[in-house]
């Protein structure tokens, strides 16, 4: 359970009227009004296309008036109707709900996790994610994430990317050898921004008094994967093509510096 | 009582569907009749409706459950006779009670001595009545109405050795509206029944009337000028009777129907039906929010009728694919549930005999707007019998009482048409209109109060629908208002629990009335109006400004 003070009372009122769900979906607004549009817009197509009789719920980490302004973050219980009922189609046959937890300044990873895990835990989702807000999100990869969860009963669904040679060397040489060693799962990518994640995991997470504490409010994410793997869950990974690398100042990126 | 005199009788009508064979058996040969339906009418006149809308009774073959007509003019011999019918006429509307017939306008059956005429000799002058064809290739592409038994439009007559045109089963061959004759034909029945008394014709299929080539044979103007001139006669000739059209098609599409006033009175909103159920299942007011925001706007003197069941098959041709799985999937488990694109089921079965799932559907539909249809025996809960083949399952004998054959006939049980419904959970020894009559908290009594409620109010008849859209979706809230009245429709779809927050700013400082108790409620100010409803608990509201 979500401590006593910890979320908004607006963030409770979008989740009262929100109800349970079975599918949730967090995604942080943080620096990201160009592309979020777009990121919203996938995750929502992908529910059109792969769960359209499921409850689903996006929740937006929001930070501040920023995106506000952008109109996009607005909490809405219900999806514009803009559909023709005379062309049928791919369609949710439900509303799919968006809610936005609003923050006055930008809040760190960590806030922000322990927002959605609340939020999940709360209207008892089944299979959660947390995406990116990106350009290039697409609404196979959105399902790709919770699929495993929703459908097959995982608990941690870790990403898996096909990269160029260069790319990803700190994971792909040092942080997967290791927590292979250490722990005996050959998860390839434990720090990621996006994963999914069962409504069990997330109360998990959700319950242990870490939230204070400065490397778990920074980079949560291996933190949320190594908790799944040290309590003895179904883990796997999920297939999602070609990673794709934000752009860069050049000589910034150790791919760039090695060419 | 007398019928009232309004032209606009069909705005406050709440008609009660039934067929004369299924509703009361009066010399006990198994089959109801008018006489026993006769005997009946003051049962409906407490249930407070005040229309009947009649299945066929016309002498025919039966194979369409009487929409092969073979004889116009006549009262099928099961049923009794013209006379027994001219009685039954009388007796309802000295109860004030008006009857709506069905009048099969787009086809024969092949019995009817039209077609025997018009197959007999290509020289026949009645062969042009039909539409005949030496090859069946015409009118490619148009769809069939009978997927699980037909396989083309066209059907080979051995007699004349031609296809004649049929868009619904082969035996109910189409008339030819090209010809002037079959049109002036045709309203010479219809002035029959209307020198009779009827005060209304729910006209079958009136969407294929006309066939051109190149289209589908649907919706085309030729179509829209016969019922135009209907109309025209009957606004001349019998002021006050009342078009109904059949016409399973999106309301965008219908609505051409209506014309200018000058076409339907009233149509059937086919695609609001399946998704109130949908709505209920998914605990989700957008499908019916999504339907209604695109029913275009229609004359004044025109109205939508609304339904949950009737006797077809809950039909899922205006749904998508996906819609139309998640229906089945919920609601037609078992396969012998469905047939053609639809689902041969009663209300009560459908909701699990689940009394607030039943009274919510009912609630909604006499709070949409529309005028609203009850299927005989759906105000008591009755069950079907999915196993009778057809759609037979959902036209079992009408349940009285708990005596032999559900005080529906004294015939041997081996007599009746169909046998009377006889499981645990609805069988008539525990649902039936007696044993509800005794019981206060019966569904029937409670049909009864909201009946009731609904005729007292005008705004549910005539009222504009306004959406409150509150942030929670399991709640389908709106406003009904006509002139003075105002009237807060508020349902919870879900089967939990649940608060809402109404944004009802626009009323602020009315008085809510509830309006099944009477029981005043706190005055709307400048805040959100919580409310809090049960498991599909709905409220209808009188808002007065005290």
Not at chain 1, 20 to 27: A, S
Not at chain 1, 182 to 187: D, P, Q, R, T, Y
Not at chain 1, 243 to 248: G, R
Not at chain 2, 462 to 489: C, D, K, M, W
Request: aromatic fraction near 12%; glycine fraction near 6%.
């Amino acid at each position: 359970m979500a401590e006593d003070t910890f979320l908004a009372d607006d963030l409770l009122r979008q989740l009262m009227n929100v109800g349970e769900v079975d599918l949730l979906v967090g995604v942080s607004s943080r620096d990201a009004a160009d592309t979020i549009a777009h990121a919203l817009s996938a995750i929502e197509q992908s529910f059109q296309q792969y769960f359209v009789r499921q409850r689903v719920v996006i929740v937006i980490v929001g930070s501040g008036d920023k995106d506000k302004k952008n109109g996009l973050l607005e909490a809405t219980s219900s999806t514009p109707f803009t559909r023709n009922p005379r062309q049928p189609g791919i369609t949710s046959l439900r509303t799919i709900h968006r809610v936005t937890a609003d923050f006055s300044t930008p809040p760190p990873p960590g806030v922000a996790l322990h927002t959605v895990l609340a939020a999940a835990d709360l209207l008892r989702a089944r299979a959660c994610a947390v995406l990116p807000p990106a350009a290039n999100l697409n609404p196979s990869a959105v399902a790709s994430l919770l699929k495993p969860a929703y459908h097959e009963n995982f608990d941690f669904v870790a990403p898996l990317y096909k990269r160029h040679k260069f790319q990803g060397l700190l994971a792909r040489n040092l942080l997967y050898p290791m927590s292979r060693a250490v722990f005996g799962c050959a998860i390839r990518e434990l720090y990621s921004d996006e994963w999914g994640f069962s409504g069990r995991l997330a109360s998990l997470c959700l319950n242990q008094d870490v939230w204070q504490e400065q490397a778990i409010r920074a980079r949560p994410e291996a933190w949320m994967a190594i908790s799944a793997i040290a309590s003895d869950l179904r883990c796997c990974q999920t297939y999602l093509g070609e990673k794709s690398q934000p752009p860069t100042v050049a000589g910034s990126d150790i791919v760039d510096a090695l060419r | 009582m007398a019928l009232q005199r309004d032209n606009l009788w069909y705005k406050d009508a709440v008609i009660y569907q039934l067929h004369v064979r299924t509703f009361c058996d009066s010399n006990a040969d198994g089959i109801g009749d008018f006489a026993g339906l006769t005997r009946r009418l003051d049962y409906l006149q407490g249930l407070g409706i005040t229309a009947i809308w009649l299945l066929p009774f016309y002498p025919s073959p039966l194979r369409d459950d009487g929409y092969d007509i073979a004889d116009y003019t006549s009262v099928h011999s099961s049923y009794g006779t013209l006379d027994d019918f001219k009685i039954f006429l009388e007796a309802a509307h000295s109860r004030g009670i008006r009857v709506i017939i069905e009048m099969v306008l787009n086809h024969t059956s092949d019995q009817h001595p039209w077609f025997k005429e018009s197959r007999s000799s290509h020289d026949n002058p009645k062969r042009e009545w039909y539409v005949w064809s030496e090859t069946d290739t015409g009118y490619q592409g148009v769809p069939i109405v009978f997927v699980d038994t037909e396989t083309s439009n066209w059907a080979w007559d051995p007699l004349s050795k031609s296809y004649y045109w049929h868009r619904f089963f082969s035996h109910q061959p189409d008339l030819n509206y090209d010809n002037p004759a079959v049109f002036e034909a045709v309203w010479e029945v219809m002035k029959f029944w209307l020198d009779i008394g009827v005060d209304g014709f729910r006209l079958d299929a009136v969407a294929f009337l006309v066939e051109r080539e190149g289209t589908l044979c649907e919706n085309l103007p030729e179509t829209h000028a016969v019922i135009r001139e209907i109309r025209k006669r009957l606004d001349i000739s019998y002021p006050g009777t009342m078009l109904l059209a059949e016409a399973n098609q999106w309301p965008a599409d219908v609505r051409a129907y209506f014309g200018d006033g000058d076409e339907f009175h009233a149509a059937f909103h086919f695609p609001l039906m399946p998704r109130m159920f949908m709505a209920v299942k998914l605990e989700d007011r957008k499908p019916i929010i999504e339907i209604l925001e695109q029913t275009p706007e229609i004359p004044e003197n025109a109205q939508w009728f609304i339904f949950l069941r009737n006797h077809d098959e809950l039909t899922l041709e205006m749904v998508t694919d996906i819609e139309r799985d998640y229906m089945y999937d919920e609601y037609a488990t078992d396969k012998t549930m469905r047939i053609n694109r639809g689902i041969r089921r009663r209300l009560a079965p459908m909701m699990n005999n689940d009394r607030r799932r039943i009274e919510l559907l009912n609630g909604l539909l006499m709070s949409m707007p529309g005028t609203p249809i009850v299927y005989y025996g759906d105000e008591i809960g009755m069950g079907d019998n999915i196993y009778l083949g057809d759609r037979n399952g959902v036209r079992t004998p009408m349940q009285w009482n708990s005596s032999l054959n559900a005080g529906f006939s004294s015939a041997d049980p081996e007599r009746l048409y169909a046998p009377v419904i006889s499981n645990a959970v609805y069988g008539f020894q525990a649902v039936n209109v007696d044993a509800q009559t005794r019981s206060e908290h019966s569904l029937l009594l409670w049909m009864k109060s909201l009946i009731k409620v609904r005729n007292a109010f005008r705004v549910f008849s005539r009222g504009t629908i306004q959406f409150l859209n509150p942030s929670n979706h399991r709640v389908l809230a709106y406003v009904r208002q006509f002139e003075g009245e105002t009237v807060l429709v508020v349902n919870n779809l879900s089967n939990s629990a649940q608060a809402v927050e109404l944004d009802v700013q626009r009323y602020k400082g009315y008085v809510p009335i509830e309006m099944f108790g009477r029981n005043l409620f706190p005055r709307f100010g400048n805040l959100p109006y919580l409310l809090t409803l049960g498991p599909y608990q709905f409220y209808w509201f009188q808002l007065r400004r005290l």
